[in-house]
């Protein structure tokens, strides 16, 4: 079982940056994919970025490519997510999930494949 507490979220002006950052409680947070998602008003809960136990295989949606960056420190129990250059259209609802990684080519990236969420920070950006 773990925890997950978001924080960083908050206004900014379209072209600035936010890190959002996810504090895991419970054990073996070294164990687990971490991923990061978002939801906006009216749409679908979607994919933005994940990283892997070690931080070694990373995933991030076309969207935010060369935008955000996904990191993680396991000595803090902390996944990050660096967002840069923000548009209007990364106004959401950011969460963060962990799973379990059991692969060793693929990083966990799908809702459906994450068994633990945290509750959500509100990120909006002004256009």
Not at 87 to 100: G, I, M, N, Q, R
């Amino acid at each position: 079982q773990v925890q997950l507490v978001e924080s960083g979220g908050g206004l900014v002006q379209a072209g600035g940056s936010l890190r959002l950052s996810c504090a895991a409680s419970g054990r073996s947070f070294s164990s687990y994919a971490m991923g990061w998602f978002r939801q906006a008003p009216g749409k679908e809960r979607e994919s933005v970025a994940a990283i892997s136990w070690s931080g070694g295989k990373t995933y991030y949606a076309d969207s935010v490519k060369g935008r955000f960056t996904v990191s993680r420190d396991n000595t803090k129990n902390t996944v990050y997510l660096q967002m840069n250059n923000l548009k209007p259209e990364d106004t959401a609802v950011y969460y963060c999930a962990a799973v379990t990684d059991y692969y060793s080519h693929y990083v966990a990236h799908l809702l459906y494949e994450y068994d633990y969420w945290g509750q959500g920070t509100q990120v909006t950006v002004s256009s």
